[in-house]
């Protein structure tokens, strides 16, 4: 009930922002999306180095911390709006699972096939550059999908 109550509630904001072009709404929610998850990426694989783990096991630390910030970033707007977390939850993993899935992928690809990047240290270039590439990736790999889904009135819930 809630989710088609959501939906129709994304529905007319679409239709009331309709001066809003799509490409820029898919650029500001993009950007929102890579603050959350590129934080969380950064931090986790920062953490992950900072303590010696395995390469695999720091992507995953990222991934999840990622995920974790993805997801605040997304709900705490909607619980100062009034929501239930239960309510802000469901609603930011409707609108963002896939492109936080996709940015982290894409971000995940780029720090393991950019040499030296996961087995330099915190101190070295390589690992910052990786870092940036890794950002900038994710962010270009998830606008195409935030674009469909504005588009398709189900993304842009804040």
Do not use: D
Not at 14 to 25: A, C, D, I, N, W
Not at 27 to 50: D, K, M, Q, R, Y
């Amino acid at each position: 009930m809630l989710l088609k109550k959501q939906l129709k509630i994304m529905k007319k904001r679409k239709m009331k922002s309709k001066h809003e072009s799509t490409g820029k709404l898919a650029f500001w929610t993009t950007a929102h999306c890579s603050l959350g998850c590129g934080l969380g990426e950064v931090v986790g694989v920062i953490i992950g180095v900072a303590l010696g783990l395995v390469s695999w096991i720091s992507l995953v630390i990222g991934v999840f911390m990622g995920f974790i910030f993805g997801f605040s970033l997304g709900v705490i707007p909607l619980l100062k709006r009034g929501r239930t977390f239960k309510q802000s939850f469901k609603i930011i993993f409707i609108a963002g699972f896939v492109s936080i899935a996709v940015m982290e992928t894409a971000e995940v690809l780029i720090e393991v096939f950019t040499p030296g990047v996961m087995s330099s240290g915190l101190s070295r270039p390589i690992f910052w550059i990786g870092m940036l590439l890794a950002l900038a990736g994710g962010f270009i790999a998830s606008y195409p999908v935030n674009y469909f889904m504005i588009k398709k009135g189900v993304r842009h819930c804040h």
